[in-house]
């Protein structure tokens, strides 16, 4: 079993950077694939980045290319999203996930979810 808890979320002006940590239980979680999601009000779960166990498969958003970048670190058992040059379009509840398989961009194919942290991007 995994557990995620994410922090990092605030708010921020439009073009400023954040940094969102996931840290993760289990053993097993560096083997897992992992992925940052996020949601909207009224919009439907997207896909953000995603990262394969082994950390050589990543894959972004089109919407987040060359602004957001995920990674991971085994020591803390952590993954990070670096999100820079925010926009007001990126104002979302953003979730850490993994899964016990291939790397995917599907929500509903995610196995474990953390509980989400708020990222508000205003002037």
């Known amino acids: 079993q995994v557990q995620l808890v994410e922090s990092g979320g605030g708010l921020v002006q439009p073009g400023d950077s954040l940094l969102l940590s996931c840290a993760a239980s289990?053993?097993?979680?560096?083997?897992?694939?992992k992925a940052w999601f996020r949601q909207a009000p009224g919009k439907e779960r997207e896909f953000v980045a995603g990262?394969?166990?082994?950390?050589?498969?990543?894959y972004y958003a089109e919407s987040v290319k060359g602004r957001f970048a995920i990674s991971r670190d085994k020591a803390k058992n952590t993954v990070y999203l670096q999100m820079n040059n925010l926009k007001p379009e990126d104002t979302a509840v953003y979730f850490c996930?993994?899964?016990?398989?291939?790397?995917?961009?599907?929500?509903?194919?995610?196995?474990?979810w953390g509980k989400g942290t708020l990222v508000t991007v205003s002037s």
């Open positions: 996930a993994a899964r016990s398989n291939l790397v995917t961009t599907r929500a509903e194919q995610m196995d474990y």
């Open positions: 289990g053993r097993t979680y560096i083997r897992y694939a």
């Open positions: 990262m394969s166990w082994g950390g050589g498969d990543i």
